[in-house]
């Protein structure tokens, strides 16, 4: 393939990418769409739930032909101790609004949608640098190749090389990325569905919250495949490194509690895998584009994490529409300057998806809390231990033994403090 005359260059095939290299290409602008891996999807790790919604925007009707393995009707959180568990559950009327999927199906499913469209896509090159003329980017470096374009859009995830190439990002914090880690366990579709309490075909996302973090900021997740059950978790990077716990002991936390041991029992793990989260939010980057570039998706930190969804898929999507409609644009007037580009700023702050990211800014130091992880879990499991427990002895009222499960544990005002906190920011 020439690599010469393309308009736009699209780092990285994710999802972010391929939405963009998408949308411009169904607008006959010549888009060439990098990946390092030998194909779309090859290199990505995530939980396994998208929101639709992202989809229906991108692709209309033709959504439905994305690799769904389950549409999401239950979901569920356990909050956990050691030996018990408290769980509460939620039946969606309407399970299409959410999807389990692979990555390695998903990302190259979007890709081939984004040549049919008619970008050019090139797989297993790496983009090592910019090409940069008096600031302005003009083009990517792909190991032999300069491939000079018009308009560069980085896509290249949470450590995100060229935004920090291009000077707007500095290096990642450990307080800014979480870390993700995956089992992905092979269970037969009935014994799942048998065990998760799911009709055919239907799926199931479950957080956990508790024992299985060891006290760190963070937690569980659980969701199913067609036959197969992705089981993992995410935990805050400066208290894995502060507090020197292997990441693998939590996953053997999880794997080992009474609740979960019994929804995998006899199941393969097939694949382990472990990535970044971004969690610092779009104040990543000192802005989301420059004079001949723009960022989307985890690589501008466009991700919402709070606590009971977990979307990166769906916001790294509509931030590539964004940033193909700011390139659309700017296309008219020819003028592809910081100045021209600033209107992706605009765009970003105006749509409503990326807005949750905004209405919920305060979450992360919300979760920063460690009660929320050492203490709560343990509360509500002791709680519930009390209420339901009949042994004879005089029971008080339940007020009274929430009263008695917080003492020494929490002050009231602690309590207060963290409910209030909790309201205003959820
Ligand atoms: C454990 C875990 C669980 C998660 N669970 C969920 C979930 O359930 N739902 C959800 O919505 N999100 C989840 N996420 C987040 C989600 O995966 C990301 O937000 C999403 O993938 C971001 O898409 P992206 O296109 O911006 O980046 P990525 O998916 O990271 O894609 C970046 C692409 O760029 C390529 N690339 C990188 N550098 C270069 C380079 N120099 N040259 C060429 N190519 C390059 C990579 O190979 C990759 O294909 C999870 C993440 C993790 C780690």
Redesign the pocket.
């Known amino acids: 393939m020439s690599l010469e005359g393309f308009e736009v260059a699209v780092?990285?095939?994710?999802?972010?990418?391929?939405?963009a290299a998408l949308t411009l290409a169904r607008e006959g602008v010549q888009v060439l769409l990098?990946?390092?891996?030998t194909f779309?999807?090859?290199?990505?790790?995530?939980?396994?739930?998208?929101?639709s919604y992202a989809l229906k925007r991108l692709l209309g009707e033709r959504w439905k032909d994305a690799p769904v393995e389950r549409f999401v009707r239950k979901e569920g959180i356990t909050f956990m101790t050691a030996d018990s568990s408290f769980s509460v559950e939620y039946e969606s009327k309407d399970p299409t609004g959410s999807f389990?999927s692979i990555?390695s199906k998903f990302?190259k499913w979007l890709a081939e949608e984004a040549e049919k469209a008619g970008a050019s896509l090139i797989t297993d090159?790496?983009?090592?640098d910019l090409v940069l003329e008096r600031g302005i980017v003009k083009g990517i470096i792909?190991g032999p190749d300069k491939i000079p374009t018009d308009v560069v859009i980085a896509?290249?995830?949470?450590?995100?090389?060229?935004a920090r190439k291009a000077g707007l990002a500095s290096m990642l914090e450990p307080r800014e990325v979480?870390?993700?880690?995956?089992d992905v366990i092979e269970l037969p579709a009935d014994k799942m569905e048998e065990r998760l309490g799911l009709e055919p075909e239907e799926g199931a996302?479950h957080v956990f919250v508790g024992e299985c973090s060891g006290g760190l900021r963070g937690g569980g997740?659980l969701?199913t495949n067609k036959d197969s059950l992705?089981l993992?978790?995410?935990v805050g990077a400066d208290d894995i490194s502060t507090k020197k716990v292997p990441s693998h002991t939590l996953m053997d936390r999880l794997r080992n509690h009474r609740k979960v041991r019994r929804l995998i029992r006899g199941g393969k793990t097939i694949e382990y895998?472990?990535?970044?989260?971004?969690e610092a939010g779009p104040k990543m980057l000192t802005r989301p584009y420059t004079g001949g570039m723009l960022v989307?998706?985890?690589?501008?930190g466009?991700?919402l994490?709070n606590g009971y969804t977990?979307?990166?898929?769906?916001?790294?999507i509509v931030?590539?529409i964004a940033a193909a409609q700011t390139i659309l644009e700017a296309r008219k007037r020819k003028d592809y300057s910081a100045q021209s580009l600033q209107t992706y700023a605009r765009r970003l702050r105006e749509e409503p998806a990326l807005k949750d990211m905004y209405t919920f800014s305060k979450v992360p130091r919300y979760l920063r809390n460690n009660r929320l992880y050492n203490v709560y879990p343990e509360l509500v499991c002791n709680a519930a231990e009390a209420i339901y427990r009949v042994d004879g002895n005089r029971k008080r009222k339940i007020y009274k033994e929430l009263r008695t499960q917080t003492k020494g544990k929490v002050s009231t005002i602690s309590l207060i403090r963290d409910l209030l906190a909790g309201a205003r920011t959820f």
Do not use: Q, W
């Open positions: 780092v990285g095939a994710g999802p972010a990418g391929s939405a990098v990946e390092r891996g779309p999807g090859s290199k990505n790790v995530f939980g396994g739930r998208i929101y389990t990555r990302d090159s790496r983009v090592d792909a896509c290249d995830g949470t450590t995100t090389n060229l979480s870390i993700g880690m995956k996302a997740f969701y992705a993992g978790m995410v895998d472990a990535h970044m989260i971004p989307a998706g985890d690589a501008a466009h991700l994490n977990f979307r990166g898929v769906d916001m790294a931030s590539g």
